[in-house]
Each structure stands twice: as structure tokens, then as C-alpha cells.
């Protein structure tokens, strides 16, 4: 299996993969590794709404929702089948 890079608004619900880059300035960075996302973290997306709405994922034991602009923002590199 080779492994592919997407945002987590591109990946498909119950998908996994390992955050690899976040495309963002300072603040959004210092924001999303306060809620635990930071390269090298492992992250599961749970749902997202239709129509850009919010995207819920876990990482480690915790379940967080972003805005789909910010789910854009968070690289991850995931197991092509």
C-alpha cells in the first residue's frame, strides 16, 4: 500500500493517518497543538457535515471539531487501499 497525503476535510469518515504538515501562520499552529494536533499525531476522522461544515476527528483519546477551513489547513498522510 502506498501512502498519500490529504487534507482531514479530504479524508473519508473512520479514516486514519498521521498529521504531517499544518499550512498555517504562528496562531493557528499554537492553537491546534493546544487541542493535541501537531505533526507525528495520529488522528481518526469521526463525521463531517455537508456544505463545509464542521469536521469532527479524535486524536488520542479526544474528540475535537474544527471548521472545515481549518481541517483544510491540517496535511495528513493516509494508507491509499
Known sequence: M???QVTLA???DGQAGVVV???GGYG???RLEVLGIRPGKKVTKISS???RG????QVDSTQIA?????ANKIV???EKQ
Open 66 to 70: 474544527v471548521g472545515f477551513g481549518m
Open 76 to 78: 495528513v498522510e493516509v
Open 54 to 57: 464542521p469536521v469532527t476527528f
Open 10 to 12: 479530504q479524508m473519508e
Open 2 to 4: 502506498s501512502k498519500v
Open 28 to 30: 493557528l499552529i499554537r
Open 49 to 51: 457535515m455537508l456544505l
Open 21 to 23: 504538515q499544518i499550512l
